[in-house]
C-alpha cells in the first residue's frame, strides 16, 4: 500500500516539475522579449527585481519559507538576465570570499563574478567598464564601516543601486583534524576581530594570529601547512578542501556584512528605498546642526549617521547618512535643495532599494 502511496505522489511531482519548466520557459521568453525591446541597454534593474522578490514573499502561502522562495526566485531572474546580457561582477578576491558570496546572493550564479585583488581595483574595473557592476562591503554589525569601500564612494563616478545583508559565519578551518599542534591562524583582520574571544577560549595563547588580505587568502595559506589552521566560510573551506574544526565561531550570534552595488546606472523609486549621501560641514561652531536640519524640517528620517576623515585638510570631516526613501521624493529633493545652500559638499552616493533578503 505505501509503495501506491509513494507512486501518487511522485506521479504529482512529476507533473509539476513538467509545469513548472513549461512556466519558466515561457518567463524566459517574456524577459527575452523585454530585452529586444530596450534594444541592448540596461538589463538589470534593481528596483524591478525589489518588487518582484517582495511581491512573491507576499504572495507566498508556505511550507517554504519566504528567504527560500526569494533566494530560487532571484536564480530565475538571473538565468533570465542572462538570456538578455550576461552580467559580470567585481569584487574582493579571490574567489570564496564573503563578498563574492554577497555578489551570488544578489545577482545569481548566471551572473559571472571577476575577483580582484582589492577595493580600489574591483572599482576600478567597473570604472572602466571591464565589469557591470561592484558588490563592495560597507559595514559590518560588530566591526563597523570599511573605511576604504566609503573613501573610494567619495571620488568615484559609480553610484549605488542596490545593497545587500548577508548573515556571516565563521569557521575555524585546517587540512588535518584537531586542534592539537596549531601555530598560526590566518585570516582578514575583522575576522579575527569578529572571533576573538572564541581564540581566546579555545586556542593557546601562543598561537600566533595573522592577518591576510582575505579570508580565503587565509584558507589557501590554511591549506599548505598543516601546522596552520584559517578563519573562513563555507565556500573557503569547499574551495581549498579544508576541515571544519569548529563552526560557526563568530562571538556575536547575528554577525552580518552589508555591502553595496554600485555601477553607473540610477534607479527610479521601488517604494521602499534608501538614499546614501556624503556631505561636509564648514569648520565653525553649530555646523553640524546644520546638516541635520534640513533633514529633520522635511520630515527625512537618518538609519545612519557617520563621520570619516575628509583626507584634505588636518581635522576635517566628511558625513555619510543614509536615509529613508528615494532621492526622486519631493521631501528628499527638498532636504538635498537646503543642504546644497548650507553644507560645504554634498553628494548623493545613490538612491536604491531595500535589501529584501
Known amino acids: 500500500m505505501s509503495d501506491d502511496l509513494l507512486k501518487v505522489h511522485r506521479d504529482a511531482i512529476d507533473a509539476i516539475d513538467a509545469q513548472v519548466l513549461q512556466l519558466l520557459n515561457q518567463r524566459a521568453k517574456h524577459a527575452h522579449t523585454i530585452g529586444e525591446i530596450k534594444g541592448g541597454g540596461i538589463v538589470y534593474r534593481p528596483e524591478r527585481e525589489a518588487q518582484v522578490l517582495t511581491r512573491i514573499k507576499e504572495l507566498n502561502e508556505g511550507p517554504l519559507p519566504d528567504e527560500t522562495v526569494a533566494r530560487l526566485f532571484r536564480e530565475i531572474m538571473s538565468a533570465c538576465l542572462a538570456l538578455e546580457r550576461p552580467l559580470t561582477i567585481a569584487f574582493l578576491g579571490p574567489e570564496g570570499t564573503f563578498s563574492q558570496a554577497a555578489a551570488i546572493k544578489h545577482f545569481g550564479h548566471a551572473a559571472s563574478t571577476l575577483a580582484c585583488a582589492s577595493i580600489d581595483e574591483a572599482f576600478r574595473a567597473v570604472e572602466a567598464r571591464s565589469a557591470d557592476y561592484v558588490v563592495a562591503p560597507v559595514e559590518n554589525s560588530t566591526e563597523g564601516a570599511v573605511g576604504r569601500t566609503l573613501d573610494l564612494m567619495v571620488t568615484s563616478p559609480l553610484k549605488i543601486c542596490g545593497e545587500v545583508v548577508l548573515r556571516i559565519h565563521h569557521h575555524l578551518l585546517r587540512s588535518v583534524e584537531g586542534l592539537a599542534g596549531i601555530k598560526r591562524v590566518y585570516s582578514h583582520a575583522q575576522s579575527l576581530a569578529q572571533c576573538h574571544e572564541w581564540l581566546n577560549k579555545n586556542l593557546p595563547a601562543d598561537v600566533e594570529r595573522v592577518s591576510v588580505a582575505s579570508n580565503a587568502e587565509a584558507a589557501r595559506l590554511a591549506s599548505l601547512d598543516a601546522e596552520c589552521a584559517a578563519i573562513a566560510g563555507d565556500a573557503a573551506a569547499e574551495k581549498f578542501g579544508l576541515l571544519k574544526l569548529a ?84 521631501r528628499l529633493q527638498a532636504a538635498l535643495a537646503e543642504l546644497r545652500n548650507t553644507a560645504a559638499f554634498v553628494k548623493v552616493l545613490g538612491a536604491y532599494p531595500l535589501a529584501v533578503i
Open 247 to 330: 563552526q560557526n565561531i563568530e562571538d556575536e550570534p547575528n554577525n552580518t556584512t552589508r555591502f553595496l552595488v554600485l555601477g553607473y546606472q540610477e534607479t527610479v523609486p521601488s517604494g521602499k528605498d534608501k538614499t546614501s549621501l556624503v556631505i561636509s560641514a564648514p569648520n565653525r561652531p553649530g555646523a553640524l546642526a546644520e546638516l541635520v536640519e534640513p533633514l529633520a524640517r522635511n520630515g527625512v528620517s537618518m538609519s545612519k549617521f557617520e563621520s570619516r576623515p575628509s583626507r584634505t585638510g588636518l581635522w576635517e570631516y566628511v558625513f555619510f547618512v543614509d536615509v529613508e526613501g528615494h532621492a526622486h521624493e519631493a
